[in-house]
T-cell receptor, first 115, second 114 residues
Framework: EAGVTQFPSHSVIEKGQTVTLRCDPI?????LYWYRRVMGKEIKFLLH????????ESGMPNNRFLAERTGGTYSTLKVQPAELEDSGVYFC?????????????FGPGTRLLVL | QKEVEQDPGPLSVPEGAIVSLNCTYS??????FMWYRQYSRKGPELLMY????GNKEDGRFTAQVDKSSKYISLFIRDSQPSDSATYLC??????????????FGTGTQLKVEL
């Protein structure tokens, strides 16, 4: 079974440009999470989808970040316009259910560098 | 103050040593506790999952939770070079509106040397 995949693995852009990150969760997983790790800091929650609905977007830093999950399958996270402080590693995770013990499976991350 | 504190290391031990990794937390609403292992350029991988105070053992790994002290530990026995990675503690607050989003420590970098 394929794991969580993320594309691209790396992205280098200039301040003010737009970048779109993609996450393909494990097939059948309704829950999809985005997290971010800024250099030197802990991994932080950004938002949570259940199927195509945003369940919790309390971690989104500002309105330059837009996440979508069309049809409850893959998800995209768009940063527009990118700022220097958006640099970091963006992780996607998926899980099968919310009841009781839930294992979140992480993708390898997208390393974003804004110059 | 961070919700979860974790010594970032790096921690270097000889092969075969017992490793102790620790996290403290401030939010008493955290109920589920996890340890993730992350190899370089990879995503975090779940190692252990506990929800009650006490010990849970899985092979060479033992997770310990002390909710009264807000302190969790991961012990690795007979450490191997393949255990060299970053170890992240994480926890969730599922009952007071936190849902299942993970709150992480900064991670401890471990190196097991031959």
């Amino acid at each position: 079974e394929a794991g969580v995949t993320q594309f691209p693995s790396h992205s280098v852009i200039e301040k003010g440009q737009t970048v779109t990150l993609r996450c393909d969760p494990i097939s059948g997983h309704d829950n999809l999470y985005w997290y971010r790790r800024v250099m030197g800091k802990e991994i932080k929650f950004l938002l949570h989808f259940v199927k195509e609905s945003k369940q919790d977007e309390s971690g989104m830093p500002n309105n330059r970040f837009l996440a979508e999950r069309t049809g409850g399958t893959y998800s995209t996270l768009k940063v527009q316009p990118a700022e220097l402080e958006d640099s970091g590693v963006y992780f996607c995770a998926s899980s099968q259910d919310r009841a009781g013990q839930e294992t979140q499976y992480f993708g390898p991350g997208t390393r974003l560098l804004v110059l | 103050q961070k919700e979860v504190e974790q010594d970032p290391g790096p921690l270097s031990v000889p092969e075969g040593a017992i490793v102790s990794l620790n996290c403290t937390y401030s939010n008493s609403a955290f109920q589920y506790f996890m340890w993730y292992r992350q190899y370089s350029r990879k995503g975090p991988e779940l190692l252990m999952y506990t929800y009650s105070s006490g010990n849970k053992e899985d092979g060479r790994f033992t997770a310990q939770v002390d909710k009264s002290s807000k302190y969790i530990s991961l012990f690795i026995r007979d450490s191997q070079p393949s255990d060299s990675a970053t170890y992240l503690c994480a926890m969730t607050d599922p009952f007071t509106g936190g849902g299942n989003k993970l709150t992480f420590g900064t991670g401890t970098q471990l190196k097991v040397e031959l």
